[in-house]
């Protein structure tokens, strides 16, 4: 019905972007903020939010423990960010969501810039046996309706799927032995023995409060598409669009802006003068561009002035060819780094990143060390970019079939690329 579509148009908008040609890609920032009320964070509203449990849409086979292991430490990785992104003319995508996990221990992210991060895609068809619209005219319901099949059960602390069971109470789930040792000593070793029948197995007050650590903190995030209020001096002083057009204003403002560099002496005096001086850099120009050895990285003083109109900004979304606002100029990945899609072989493209500034959000000093870690360290990046499937593949069994598909399969890996600040 209208009402159906309508539903679906205003979810598929969120991420909405215009590939016509000659027009720059458009760009969609995150914002975190905490949430009137934490009801719409849950899966009946297939929110976009950092932290807490993953709200998960194929509900046959949900990720294991072993799916977001860290390479490192070993240890089950806690839910970072999710994102509700469905793909315009790919029914086998209408609902789609990608989950990034990270580790918190940050000794893990001193080493490769993969394994301390995983992302898997989620996603289901227009018509299927979990998620409906809801057509109610109730402004206070969730907008989609959600059929739990039986025999669900999600780990307690985590949200991934709970196999195991508590067997003394018989009444709550587990990933895995190490998230039942840590509710054991978070509370549950008080209620254990009093749990009923007819007892709630879910997370009082004080225990969900001690389990924080194991979580990262619980954010609702709000999208807005991007806005730079400056304009190039160079690119504003000339309306044509040619090689050589495009090569004179080049020129232009790499002779600007190296002689900004020449007479500073730090690259946050470089970045003031150029805003100052109405510079905006909308070319990579690398180091050896500008004959200044290492002392200034002309990438990072781009992503300064690009990330300055809207410095909270916690992700940046663009599903296109175009690649990350990378921070650095060193550990950027090459083409040969970012691994073509298993299932179908294709290419994988940038969808988004996420930025330095949820560090401030995060509490990503509370780390625990159990097991053999080397020792609490926050956790930091310069950013995090995901690449993943163009055509958002998925095997046929998986969509064909009711029976229960492996995880791997209903919930596929795409890759993840660390770059250090």
Not at 310 to 319: A, E, T
Request: hydrophobic content about 30%; overall charge negative.
């Amino acid at each position: 019905g209208d009402s159906t579509v309508a539903v679906q148009e205003e979810a598929a908008d969120l991420w909405d972007h215009d590939d016509d040609e000659g027009e720059d890609d458009v760009v969609h920032l995150g914002f975190v903020e905490k949430p009137e009320s934490y009801r719409v964070l849950l899966s009946d509203y297939m929110p976009n939010k950092v932290g807490g449990r993953p709200c998960w849409l194929d509900l046959r086979a949900l990720p294991t423990a072993v799916d977001v292991l860290c390479d490192w430490c070993k240890e089950p990785m806690p839910l970072l960010i999710q994102i509700y992104a469905p793909l315009d003319g790919m029914d086998h995508a209408y609902y789609r969501m990608l989950y990034l996990f990270a580790c918190k221990n940050g000794s893990c992210h001193d080493s490769l810039p993969h394994g301390s991060f995983k992302v898997l895609r989620g996603q289901l068809p227009k018509i299927n046996q979990y998620y409906t619209p809801n057509t109610s005219d109730d402004e206070s319901s969730p907008p989609f309706l959600v059929t739990t099949p039986s025999g669900f059960k999600t780990c307690i602390v985590c949200g991934l799927s709970g196999e195991h069971r508590c067997g003394k109470c018989h009444k709550v789930n587990y990933c895995g032995r190490k998230h039942q040792i840590a509710h054991w000593h978070k509370g549950h070793n008080k209620r254990c023995s009093t749990m009923s029948t007819n007892t709630s197995a879910e997370l009082d007050k004080e225990e969900e409060a001690r389990l924080k650590t194991v979580l990262f903190e619980e954010w609702e995030m709000v999208t807005e598409e991007e806005v730079i209020e400056e304009i190039s001096a160079t690119s504003a002083s000339s309306k044509e669009d040619t090689p050589e057009a495009d090569e004179e204003r080049r020129k232009k403002t790499l002779a600007k802006y190296k002689h900004i560099i020449d007479n500073s002496s730090t690259q946050d005096e470089v970045s003031r003068k150029l805003r100052e001086d109405g510079v905006v850099m909308d070319t990579e120009f690398e180091q050896e561009d500008l004959g200044m050895g290492v002392a200034i990285d002309a990438i990072f003083i781009r992503f300064q002035l690009r990330t300055e109109h809207n410095p909270d900004q916690v992700l940046r979304y663009c599903r296109s060819q175009t690649a990350p606002l990378w921070i650095s100029a060193k550990d950027k990945p090459k083409d040969t780094d970012i691994p073509p899609c298993p299932l179908c072989l294709a290419p994988r493209q940038f969808e988004f990143q996420i930025m330095p500034q949820l560090l401030h959000f995060m509490r990503v000093e509370d780390v625990e060390t159990t097991g053999d870690l080397r020792g609490p360290k926050a956790m930091n990046y310069g950013t995090v970019a995901v690449y993943t499937c163009p055509t958002s593949c998925v095997p046929a069994s998986t969509t064909t079939s009711s029976d229960k598909p492996p995880s791997s399969l209903s919930h596929p890996a795409e890759f993840v690329w660390r770059q250090n600040s």
